[in-house]
């Protein structure tokens, strides 16, 4: 166990849709990274956030944000959902502010767009 | 063409051989190196890291990167079914981090 919680385990919607993806990170981790796993892209980088602002971006989509709040969770908002958008979305948390730094990776939440 | 690629496999290989998994890459300006280990089901757990070229050994773990040739390996010895999963190169610097696919490793008894 990692100690970076993610919910919910599971999500299935409908195109069109909006979900909400949250995550607590370890006690004492002030970063925290947003991960895309689809079977042909791999693991996608889309953001870090490091003590509620912004540091990184990576692959990120238009119609997908992020915030992390002053008690340190983070959402993960997806917007506008399309089919492609079904993957399996991880969390992971660091202490430090940087991207090459170990990232302790949550149980991941599987999204299915129908 | 992938800034990072990387055999899916999967590979198969009998318990107790020696696993070679490998990367190559075509960002020069990576400086930092990454394996993660991912059980199916979990999420990723880092395994080895380097900074720059060289090699690391951990246990049966052996990290090696080659910036020359923009190739990186990771070497398993004495393989254990344990060892089944599947291993992701990653690699950046400062403001990049790229993953690549994995390679799915099976150590059969």
């Known amino acids: 166990d990692s100690g970076v919680t993610q919910t919910p385990k599971h999500l299935i919607t409908a195109t069109g849709q909006r979900v909400t993806l949250r995550c607590s990170p370890r006690?004492?981790?002030?970063?925290v990274y947003w991960y895309q796993q689809s079977l042909d892209q791999g693991l996608q980088f889309l953001i870090q956030?490091?003590?509620?602002?912004?540091?990184a971006k990576g692959n990120i989509l238009e119609r997908f944000s992020a915030q992390q709040f002053p008690d340190l969770h983070s959402e993960l908002n997806l917007s506008s959902l399309e089919l492609g958008d079904s993957a399996l979305y991880f969390c992971?948390?660091?202490?430090?502010?940087?991207?090459?730094?170990?990232?302790?990776f949550g149980p991941g939440t599987r999204l299915t767009v129908l | 063409q992938k800034e990072v690629e990387q055999d899916p496999g999967p590979l198969s290989v009998p318990e107790g051989a020696i696993v070679s998994l490998n990367c190559t890459y075509s960002?020069?300006?990576?400086?930092?190196f990454m394996w993660y280990r991912q059980y199916s089901r979990k999420g990723p757990e880092l395994l080895m890291y380097?900074?720059?070229?060289g090699n690391k050994e951990d246990g049966r773990f052996t990290a090696q990167v080659d910036k020359s040739s923009k190739y990186i390996s990771l070497f398993i010895r004495d393989s254990q079914p344990s060892d089944s999963a599947t291993y992701l190169c990653?690699?950046?610097?400062?403001?990049?981090?790229?993953f690549g696919t994995g390679t799915r490793l099976q150590v059969f008894p």
């Open positions: 992971a948390s660091s202490a430090s502010g940087t991207l090459y730094n170990e990232q302790f």
């Open positions: 006690s004492g981790d002030l970063s």
């Open positions: 956030y490091y003590n509620g602002e912004e540091r």
């Open positions: 960002n020069s300006a990576f400086q930092y």
């Open positions: 380097t900074y720059s070229s």
């Open positions: 990653a690699m950046g610097n400062t403001d990049k981090l790229i």
